[in-house]
């Protein structure tokens, strides 16, 4: 076994690093600037806590989510790290104690905020203990990001100071543009590009059109029992109304959202990570703080505002590993709320509302046109899917289907080319016969051929599309409506007072049949009624995460982990992963040599907890 690979295993328990860790971690030893982009829950933090480990100096992490920097010292703490934090939070004690450690030479790992590092001669003072400089969340330095933070851009100026020590820059998600100014404005030199996949095999992604929310979250979240979720909405009043309605359903759930009393905020945040809440429902707002590792299921009750944004929330869940659930629920209404709320909080330059738009047309098409989830996210960051030539075969084995999206495991059904392009051509039609004038309600109608006054005031009965689609049920209607909105066939315009429904060019290049499109129908409970698999939600992933496993001494592991979490005060996930606690249910180790085989436990963890956990096992 290597050097890195004894420091992983002595520190963290894990047998073998992810992709590009190791990488990571080489060229920081070699003191070269790296630039890696890994997925949520590829292993980012590892590339720079195991250097810390590896050699003598200081490594310096800066990043901006203060509310973050409290459990992932605790998380380095429990790998044995001497890890401290400097933010405008601490209190005066803590703060005494990092500087005084901090003189004594007593630190591996150092977190603190950009702002902390701008101001005062922090980096001076350590300049000759660095090792390696780590920005967390480098996309905060550019404007083409989706999160871009002003304090990132004094950084570049500090680094300069110091052009011995090697700089490493992370984060999740990132264009090509995105990654070219991260590297210009942190001053990287030549760096190692560590491009990671950006699929996550363990999520399923299923989206649907969206008709009764509160059934259809409440169907998502029966199938996870006590399990952690996170469930986004896309005004504060939605969030508190889902809420109430949840509870009602007896649920343990809370509202959270940018309106609350910051105190409240930290309030459920803490709770949620400590596993006390189960459900939060949100505005985005929520999110940036949580490294919950074991949140099961994401769910969107609105369409987000860009294939980035979706990628960074619905990333949130499955962080550990195992099988989770990211379910998204999309109507065009949401397109319009976002363009409404985007023009009401700031007017749009016409650069950046050329990019809102184009954001808007990607999620748009993303949610509603049926095609596989992980191909279409997989190639939107420029990459192919599947990741591995082996994965590629696998997929052939099953008929070229990733098993892990409504669209593979034949809860959408997409319908042939043809079929596609003809029913569209019937809805366009129908709009445009009806001079552009009416909402998607009457033209529906006028499909359907229904008999109703404004049909026959209008003299829509005698249109060439009056009951063009008669004996079609509304809901299929109503959906391929929604779907040739976000795909930007039709519009909606609302000038008049009230919505309605127009052809766009796009539209009118379908009707010549210059291009094609793509329609998908969900089926409907009734008709899989009959396939149990489906309706439970899981599939092949999620079984074998849970092969083996005793579930009720799963339970009984889990109830221990949460007391000792509470009485070290600190959340669940630091103390074991699921993926741990499994591989505990699973194997029932009895002996030191045994425990210590379990993925996720290391001398450290067994040194401390191993005992109690063992003590709970021989009773099972
Ligand atoms: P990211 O910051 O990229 O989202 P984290 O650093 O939070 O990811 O790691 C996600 C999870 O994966 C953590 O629970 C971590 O302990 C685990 N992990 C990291 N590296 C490995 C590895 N080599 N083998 C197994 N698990 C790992
Ligand atoms: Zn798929």
């Not at 399923?204 to 986004?232: A, C, M, W």
């Amino acid at each position: 076994m290597g050097v890195l690979e004894e420091l992983l295993e002595k520190h963290w328990g894990y047998r073998s690093f992810r992709p590009l860790q190791k990488e990571a971690i080489q060229a920081a030893l070699a003191e070269r600037d790296s630039m890696v982009i890994l997925p949520t829950g590829g292993g980012k933090s590892l590339c720079y806590q195991l250097p810390a480990v590896a050699q003598d100096g200081i490594v310096l992490v800066i990043s901006p989510l203060i509310a973050l920097m409290d459990d992932q010292i605790a998380g380095a703490r429990e790998a044995g790290l001497r890890a401290e934090t400097l933010h405008s939070n601490l209190s005066d004690k803590d703060r005494t104690q990092a500087y005084k450690l901090l003189d004594a030479g007593e630190v591996d790992l150092l977190y603190v905020s950009p702002e902390r590092l701008c101001s005062g001669h922090l980096l001076e003072s350590i300049a000759p203990r660095l090792a390696l400089i780590t920005i967390d969340e480098a996309h905060c330095v550019s404007h083409w990001g989706h999160d871009f933070r002003p304090e990132y851009r004094q950084l570049r100026p500090l680094f300069d100071s110091l052009p011995h020590v090697p700089r490493m820059a992370l984060t999740a998600t990132a264009t090509e543009q995105v990654r070219e100014d991260i590297a210009h404005q942190l001053g990287l030199r030549n760096p190692e590009q560590l491009l990671g996949h950006p699929d996550r095999p363990n999520l399923i992604y299923r989206s649907f059109p969206r008709d009764n929310i509160t059934k259809q979250v409440l169907e998502v979240v029966n199938r996870h029992p006590g399990e952690g979720g996170i469930i986004y909405c896309l005004t504060r009043k939605s969030t508190e109304s889902l809420a109430g309605k949840l509870q009602s359903a007896g649920l343990n759930c809370a509202a959270y959202h940018a309106g609350m009393a910051a105190g409240d905020r930290s309030r459920i945040q803490a709770e949620f990570v400590n596993e006390n809440i189960h459900i939060v429902i949100a505005t985005v707002a929520f999110g940036m703080g949580i490294d919950r590792s074991n949140v099961r299921f994401v769910i969107h009750a609105n369409t987000p505002k860009s294939i980035e944004h979706y990628q960074q929330e619905s990333g949130r869940a499955g962080r550990d590993g195992l099988a989770a659930e990211c379910v998204l629920f999309h109507n065009y209404s949401d397109i319009a709320t976002h363009r409404s709320l985007a023009e009401r909080d700031f007017p749009l330059s016409p650069d950046r509302k050329a990019v809102f738009e184009a954001h808007l047309k990607d999620i748009s098409r993303f949610a509603s046109a049926p095609i596989c989830r992980h191909q279409f996210l997989t190639e939107y960051f420029s990459f192919s899917y599947p990741a591995t030539p082996e994965g590629n075969q696998a997929l052939e084995a099953r008929s070229q289907k990733c098993g892990a999206c409504d669209v593979c495991l034949d809860e959408t059904k997409e319908l042939d080319a043809k079929e596609a392009v003809i029913t569209a051509q019937k809805l366009l039609s129908a709009v445009f016969r009806c001079e552009n004038r009416f909402g998607v309600g009457h033209v529906v109608d006028v499909l359907l051929g229904k008999d109703n006054e404004k049909i026959r005031r209008n003299r829509h009965d005698q249109l060439s599309v009056y009951g063009l689609m008669k004996g079609q049920n509304v809901v299929a209607l109503r959906t391929w409506f929604d779907q040739l909105m976000m795909q930007g066939a039709l519009r909606m315009n609302t000038e008049t007072g009230y919505p309605i429904v127009q052809i766009t060019p796009i539209g009118l290049n379908i009707c010549y049949g210059k291009s094609d499109v793509r329609l998908g129908l969900p089926i409907t409970e009734k008709s899989k009624s009959s396939k149990q698999e489906r309706r439970s939600g899981s599939n092949a992933k999620d079984k074998g995460s849970w092969e083996g496993v005793d579930k009720a001494l799963f339970e009984k592991l889990r109830a221990l982990r949460k007391k000792i979490a509470s009485k070290k005060g600190m959340p669940p996930y630091i103390i074991f992963s699921d993926e741990a606690l499994r591989g505990m249910a699973r194997t029932k180790p009895q002996s030191k040599s045994g425990f210590l085989a379990v993925k996720g436990v290391g001398k450290r963890k067994l040194e401390q907890y191993g005992d109690e956990f063992m003590m709970v096992i021989s009773q099972a």
